[in-house]
């Protein structure tokens, strides 16, 4: 709505100029049209990477576990930098100030479970890299991170090892074409680290490889391809690939409980639960959502 107003900016002052004097008090002054200005800005990050996020991740990408690191990282960074740009807009730092504190409190909570660090560490583009700036470089958190390596590497232990011991050698890369915002913070934030193992097994051939230039246009077709030389390895990281970083598409299923071939049915399914099983339930949402893809929903009862 914001943006939509800027962009009818003239649009809204002739339809205000329309209504005076009656109305002369919904007229926005200069500084507040700027002040709109500035908070789409501060606002615009945000709804890109819940696009991102909110996604299928259907390659991997674009709605995988791997990518909420990194995208609540470039938000803390893009609000930092907002305090800087806007010191002089007392109602707006106070605001930022609020969402950075927010942030960094939930940023502590993905912090707490390894499993957002594997997911991230198991893309070859980033591994341990996004860690080196704020973890590994400050002596302050030297504990935390060794921590974080102990915990991936727990992970790989006592969860994945076990399947197959063998090396990986080679990596066979699709490179994506063109980088949106998340992309382009992870290539401006990581750096090179060397990362000790003197372990001989899948997971520290992967750690001491060279990292990717870029994410895989499509991670689950590369790390299939890597089954049968890390097969440990691949199955953890497919394993993690498949968890969602946002629970938008569960909610967007559900949200179309409705829409069903026999709609009264399906009015008769909500007021009644108890009445259909759960499978009938999950397969008519199944239905509706595959005749909405397709553009092809009939309007009676199926026959």
């Not at 996604?55 to 990408?61: E, P, S, W």
């Not at 590994?136 to 969860?159: F, G, M, P």
């Amino acid at each position: 709505m914001l943006e939509r107003a800027l962009k009818l900016r003239s649009q809204i002052r002739i339809y205000v100029d329309s209504l005076r004097p009656a109305e002369s008090s919904l007229e926005l002054s200069k500084s507040e049209w700027i002040m709109l200005e500035n908070i789409h800005d501060i606002l615009q990050p945000f709804k890109e990477v819940t696009i991102r996020l909110q996604g299928q991740a259907k390659n991997g990408l674009h709605g995988a576990l791997w990518e909420v690191l990194p995208a609540v990282q470039l938000l803390i960074k893009h609000l930092e930098t907002s305090k800087t740009k806007y010191t002089r807009y007392r109602g707006l730092l106070g605001s930022l100030n609020n969402a950075l504190k927010k942030l960094h409190e939930y940023y502590g909570l993905l912090t707490t479970s390894p499993v957002f660090y594997v997911a991230m560490s198991l893309n070859p583009a980033i591994k341990f890299t996004l860690f080196n700036r704020e973890w590994a470089q400050d002596s302050t958190l030297q504990e935390d991170w060794v921590k974080i390596k102990n915990d991936i590497r727990e992970s790989w232990l006592t969860r994945y090892k076990s399947i197959a011991d063998e090396r990986l050698d080679s990596e066979d890369v699709q490179e994506s074409e063109g980088l949106d915002i998340v992309d382009k913070f992870i290539a401006r934030e990581k750096e090179p680290f060397a990362i000790d193992s003197s372990v001989d097994d899948e997971y520290g051939f992967y750690c001491n490889s060279h990292t990717l230039s870029r994410t895989p246009a499509n991670i689950v077709q590369y790390w299939s391809a890597q089954a049968v030389e890390c097969p440990s390895l691949s199955q953890m990281a497919l394993d993690l690939t498949s968890i969602p970083a946002m629970s938008a598409e569960c909610e967007r299923v559900f949200s179309g409980i409705l829409i069903f071939v026999d709609c009264q049915s399906a009015l008769t399914t909500l007021r009644n639960p108890r009445q259909a099983s759960g499978q009938d339930i999950v397969r008519r949402i199944i239905e509706a959502r595959r005749y909405c893809r397709e553009g092809d929903l009939p309007l009676g009862p199926r026959t």
